[in-house]
Structures are given as C-alpha cells and as structure tokens.
C-alpha cells in the first residue's frame, strides 16, 4: 500500500503528526509547573482582579481602600473601604451580593454605586466578592511585613 501525500491532504497530515507528537512528547500543566516556585493564582481571583480594576477600582481605589479618582473631590458619599475589616464583620456575602448587583442604594446606601446585575453573571459577582475580601488579608500581609514577622 502506497500512502501519498498531496497539496489536498498535506495539511491534514501535518496536523496528525503534530497531535501524535504533542501526545507522546508533551507534558502536562502540572509537569511544567513542577519545580516553579512561582505561585498560580486562581482563576477566579485573576477574574475578579479584571472585573474589579474594570469596574470598581475607578471609585473604591485600586487597593480597595476607597480612594479612586471620582471621590477625591470631596463628594458626600465616599466609597466603601475593603481593607478594613470591621467592614466585611458587619456585611454578610449575600449583602454583598446584592450591593453589587442591585446597587448600593438597594442596600440603604447611596445612589452612586450602580446596579450591575444586567453587566454581570452571578460568577463574576461572586469572583468580585472574594477579590475584594481578599484586600483585608493583603492589609494584613502588609501589616506583618513591617513588624518583621
């Protein structure tokens, strides 16, 4: 049996034999990743990052401790501050959720902050909460970095 190879299945071919190479050749993520020290974050901290750089850093700072652009002006309502604890001890995660996704003013808070429940699915609300949960212990990372620990 003769195989050939033309302009019409060339192409083909080269994609089989470059399958069957990765498989026997390949290795997988974790044997990549096997001997970095490099720490992967989840991908749902990396999403939340995104969403919230993109569409809360611009009032509440771009480390959460409500220091962004539109309220340096002295505006009645200041965003909230996320590296404060006390702040997270005194809402609960559905709070939260309904803050983001139906507007502060849905939880008695101001007007400013805007219902994003049609922008976002309730994943990305989710991923949003945990990143800005997170800006608590990176305040205290920070904390124990200057008392030496």
């Known amino acids: 049996m003769e195989l050939?190879?033309?302009k019409s299945n060339g192409m083909a071919v080269c994609f089989i034999v470059g399958v069957l190479?990765?498989?026997?050749?390949?290795?997988?993520?974790?044997e990549k990743h096997a001997g970095s020290t490099e720490k992967?974050?989840?991908?749902?901290m990396v999403e939340g990052e995104r969403l919230y750089l993109h569409y809360c850093a611009i009032c509440h700072g771009e480390n959460g401790d409500g220091s962004?652009?539109?309220?340096?002006?002295?505006?009645?309502?200041?965003?909230?501050?996320?590296?404060q604890e006390s702040f997270f001890r005194?809402?609960?995660?559905?709070?939260?959720?309904?803050?983001?996704?139906?507007g502060s003013a849905s939880v008695g808070k101001s007007n400013l902050c805007p219902p994003w429940g049609r922008t976002l699915h309730k994943e990305e609300i989710e991923f949003l909460i945990g990143y800005i949960?997170?800006?608590v212990q990176q305040e205290?990372?920070?904390?124990?970095?200057?008392?030496?620990?």
């Open 4 to 6: 050939r190879i033309n």
């Open 90 to 102: 005194e809402r609960s995660d559905n709070r939260l959720y309904t803050a983001i996704s139906e």
């Open 40 to 44: 992967q974050e989840p991908y749902a």
């Open 140 to 149: 205290a990372d920070e904390a124990e970095d200057d008392r030496g620990l």
């Open 68 to 83: 962004g652009r539109y309220y340096g002006s002295g505006m009645q309502a200041s965003p909230a501050d996320f590296t």
């Open 133 to 135: 949960k997170s800006f």
């Open 21 to 30: 190479l990765a498989l026997l050749f390949g290795c997988s993520a974790e």
